[in-house]
């Protein structure tokens, strides 16, 4: 039993990290360009089945690039949306949330006002407007998101800020002279920051699924980039033919993201955190 | 009770403001609407005549009030493309949206709750662990790749089911399972939660010492307590079913409201995308207003908090 709950963490980290490996050292280990087409190379197919070739284990997509380089360059672009995405959102969303939790009164009904704004807002329409209006980039992408994501962070940090400070080491440096600035920063915070890593993981899958559907939709990461979401989109009129060209990177995102919510749910049951909303 | 029902939709009405004036700020933003309109060709003169026609060169506090005052008598303009009235736009996208919406909240329902009653009867088993995996595998799915894959199964290899449109009822049966499949991991783990609460607290031990059946707890006792939380996450998973319905929309060629605000935003037809994101926020917003009556009306101790 006790092997089959720690199953979770381990099978977490281990896509996780092989992820972070695949993103980091990926790009410089694949003998191919992710960019270069071969217009006389369309559609091979992957090692696996007939007519597929060792020299693109992936194969390659409609313009002849090889499936490989492009997958291992998506996955460094989906980390890199979702950590983008949850550092901002973690601020924002930290920020409203400890500042609501530890003041209480009027300040908390402000702060949930402003998170029930927020939930209000179809956030898909609103971060495909936004990509429109601003032009579409992979800076654009992870800020939008960035800074559309933070309601859980602000609801989780809220009602935990609120735990904390009932207890009694709180008053006991309220007692002893702290500043609020430094009951914030060394009391409250260093107390509530396993919930909010748990909250990090669930937020960074949502942020990559949600990059994903923009590029889908065509207002995400722009071609050329070899976006998960892009890749799937651009191969989606073949599919009827050779179903591999949209199972592949649907995959690779499916398992990315299975990933991070199998090390989130390790991480709240090693720490103790909760998930929120 | 009545204080109760007057703060709930005070809030809900200023929240609706906010997004009003929020979706209208973010529609201006860019400022050139116009060029959108008349295309990258166009003289300064026929921007500047289109300008006018639309109302854009007056000052924004004009242009808001009157856009809010039109609004607020169900006028929501034109359509910058399309030569139609919003409204009727709307009118005609919506219906099929809010099948689609109605039918996936029923179906993950139908899933979720069975699956998560049983999961927390069974805690601990290989079954809870099954149902608990089942779940992390379904948040994990990106809806448009599941809607392709199913295309491919149902529609193509099979051909079972219609792979595009909503000509038929057959239509909305993989696109509402699509959407269902977003909101099915959440109610189930909130279904478990709470059961497995229910089953400890002490009601049900008091119960259980009187003697009633099994069935009576679980359905009379336990359920009934567990069930308020379902209610409201339900009401809330309907608005982002709502919301997120472009994605499965798009994947599967049916014009309803969010293809039809994914249309607009394409083409810089702000008119119709401002109205549709004010129009999911209003839906949002009443759907969480009336899930916290129903949450009142149920358990009188919510009307005292």
Known sequence: MSAIRRLPLVLGTAIAGFAVLVAILGPMLVPHDPFTQNLAHRFVPPEWLPGGSPAHPFGTDQLGRDYLARLVLGVRISLMIGLTAVVLSGLIGT????????????????????????????????????????GSSLTVVMLTIGLLLWERFAVVSRSATRQVASRDYVAAAWCAGC??????????????????????????????????????????????????????????????????????????????????????????????????? | MLRFLLRSLLLGALVCSTVLVASFLLSRASGNLAINIAGPEASAEAIAKIQHELGLDRPLPVQFYDWAARAAHGDLGRSFLFHEKVSSLIAT???????????????????????GIAAALLEGTMFDIAIGAVALLGQAMPSFWLGLLLIIWFGIDLHWLPIAGVETWTGYILPSFVLAFV??????????????????????????????????????????????????????????????????????????????????????????????????????????????????????RVRGA
């Open chain 2, 93 to 115: 996208h919506f219906p099929v949206t809010f099948r689609l919406g109605v039918f996936a909240i029923v179906l993950a329902l139908v899933v979720a709750l069975p699956l």
């Open chain 1, 179 to 277: 500043s609020r600035r430094s009951i914030v920063l060394g009391e409250i915070l260093p107390n509530i920051v396993h919930h909010l890593i748990v909250v990090a993981t669930v937020d960074m899958a949502i942020a990559i699924l949600l990059a994903a559907a923009l590029s889908f939709l065509g207002l995400g990461v722009p071609p050329p980039m070899p976006d998960l979401g892009l890749m799937i989109a651009e191969a989606k009129d073949y599919m009827f033919f050779k179903p591999w060209v949209i199972e592949i990177p649907g995959l690779a995102l499916f398992v990315l993201v299975l990933g991070i919510n199998l090390l989130g749910d390790g991480l709240r049951d090693l720490l103790g955190g909760e998930s929120g909303g």
């Open chain 2, 183 to 300: 909101a099915i991991p959440v109610i189930l783990r909130l279904t478990r939660s709470g059961m497995v609460d229910a089953m400890r607290a002490d009601y049900v031990r008091t119960a259980r010492a009187k003697g009633l059946s099994r069935a009576s707890i679980v359905l009379k006792h336990a359920l009934r307590n567990a069930a308020m939380p379902v209610v409201a996450v339900s009401a809330v998973q309907l608005g982002f079913i709502l919301g997120g319905s472009v994605v499965v929309e798009v994947v599967f060629n049916i014009h309803g409201l969010g293809y039809l605000a994914w249309e607009s935003i394409g083409k810089g037809d702000f008119p119709v995308v401002q109205a549709v994101v004010l129009l999911f926020s209003l839906i949002f917003v009443g759907l969480t207003v009336a899930s916290d009556l129903v949450s009142a009306l149920l358990d009188p």
């Open chain 1, 95 to 134: 920020t409203l949330g400890v500042i609501g939790g530890y003041f209480g009164g009027w300040v908390d009904a402000v702060v949930m006002f402003i998170v029930s704004c927020r939930l209000a807002i179809p956030i898909i329409l609103v971060a495909l407007t936004v990509v429109f209006l601003v």
